[in-house]
């Protein structure tokens, strides 16, 4: 089966010769056989314009080689009613009629054709991910047995694009992000892709709007010339109000996205300098790897990886990162409360979605999947009803909604 990428090109095996006005190229049809053609340049008028179509064939070449890896996992506690453990947040609805992981496929779909796309999945979300994300072959979801964080994830993920294309690149990104303008997204994405060459990898940076404690930050010194990419200086954990009120005045700190790109060998070679007992878990599933009926050894090996962070594992470790700054609104949506930030309000100030009845009603989150809300008086909370279970609580306390689920003993009480 020919390998596909995000422009819909066949690999280009040949460079373009710039030589001549019709660019003559050669491809890999998918089929063994080469086959030649002709590109019709836009600009060829001089060296310079046929510069910059050099840089765009440099470009398509990444492209084929990019995979993106979407991570689907956690649980359901910060938006409980609607999310539980059975359907956790990337799979709800929560900012329209898609969820958050399908809106997120078809942001990167532009860039990252559907047979390159991994979903990196528990296996109790399996079936859900699937139905959502029909596009995406059954071969490319990758099933964690259990959860081990985000330096497991990504090791095991690594295995298997390095099975795919051992020259691959990989893209990890968040499923349940919200973002406000996919194009500027793409653009930003293709400037981390420009910038990785001379780069052992590239994360991408929100520039801070408030003094927010509850992201772990990047430290990155402004290049001089200006440059697109800035020198990563250090990761930083989430910090207390000062501190973050520091950084937000200061220019060059950055809120950690979770979102990076490496040459996927390059992030084996990592894992292998700065945490060798992962390495040695990785090097026991590397021959199961695309087997079926490797599944029940792989959930025997799984377990015993360490269960760390890629940022406090592999990103803290490393020297040699470049920060890309974001040029799109973004926000984790971590809680209830983020809606704000993500949807637009009404005249009084309330976020609503479904069916609502409401009196004097002001500055409310208010979410009704399956039956009516009706509020009368009221301001400043957070209202939520789904699958026969309803939440009410003030808007400053939906960061500890973690703490009411635990209260309740189950997800699914």
Same mark, same amino acid.
């Given at each position: ?116 796309? @991994? ?58 992000? @919200? ?235």
């Amino acid at each position: 089966m020919p390998v596909k990428h995000g422009f819909g090109l066949p690999r280009i095996t040949e460079t373009i010769n710039l030589s001549v006005c019709r660019f003559p190229f050669r491809v890999s049809s998918g089929n063994g056989k080469p086959e030649t053609g002709f590109i019709e340049p836009l600009y060829y008028t001089s060296n310079k314009q046929a510069g910059a179509l050099v840089s765009n064939e440099i470009q398509v070449r990444e492209m084929s080689d990019l995979f993106a890896v979407i991570m689907a996992g956690g649980r359901g506690e910060r938006f409980w009613p609607l999310s539980m453990d059975k359907l956790p947040k990337p799979f709800i609805p929560l900012l329209g009629e898609n969820s958050l992981i399908q809106d997120t496929v078809d942001r990167i779909q532009p860039l990252v054709a559907p047979d390159r796309i @991994f979903i990196s999945i528990g296996a109790a979300h399996l079936e859900i991910a699937r139905e959502q994300l029909p596009q995406v072959p059954a071969d490319n979801f990758i099933v964690e047995p259990v959860g081990r964080d985000t330096s497991a994830c990504l090791g095991f993920s690594a295995l298997h694009i390095e099975k795919r294309d051992p020259g691959g690149l990989m893209l990890a990104l968040p499923a349940d992000h @919200f973002i406000r303008d996919a194009e500027a997204y793409r653009n930003t994405l293709q400037t981390g892709l420009n910038s990785l060459e001379n780069a052992t990898g590239v994360v991408f940076g929100i520039l801070p709007d408030r003094p927010e404690t509850g992201y772990g930050y990047i430290l990155a010194e402004k290049p001089i010339p200006a440059a697109d990419a800035w020198p990563v200086v250090r990761f930083i954990e989430k910090p207390d109000a000062p501190k973050a009120a520091q950084y937000l005045a200061a220019g060059n700190y950055f809120w950690n996205s979770g979102m990076f790109l490496w040459r996927n060998r390059t992030l084996l070679e990592l894992i292998k300098k700065h945490m060798p007992e992962l390495d040695a878990g990785l090097c026991k599933l590397r021959p199961l790897v695309g087997f079926k009926e490797s599944e029940s050894k792989i959930a025997e090996i799984f377990p015993e990886l360490p269960r760390i962070s890629i940022d406090f594992g592999i990103m803290e470790k490393t020297s040699g990162l470049r920060l890309v700054p974001a040029r799109f609104g973004w926000d984790d949506i971590g809680t209830w409360a983020a809606l704000e930030r993500a949807l637009p309000a009404d005249s009084e100030g309330n976020i609503r979605r479904g069916s609502l009845a409401m009196l004097e009603t002001t500055n409310c989150i208010l979410y009704a999947r399956n039956a009516t809300i009706a509020t009368y008086g009221v301001t400043d909370l957070i209202v939520v009803e789904a699958y026969g279970k309803v939440l009410v609580c003030h808007k400053n306390r939906a960061s500890d909604l973690k703490k009411l689920v635990k209260e309740m003993g189950s997800l699914e009480k």
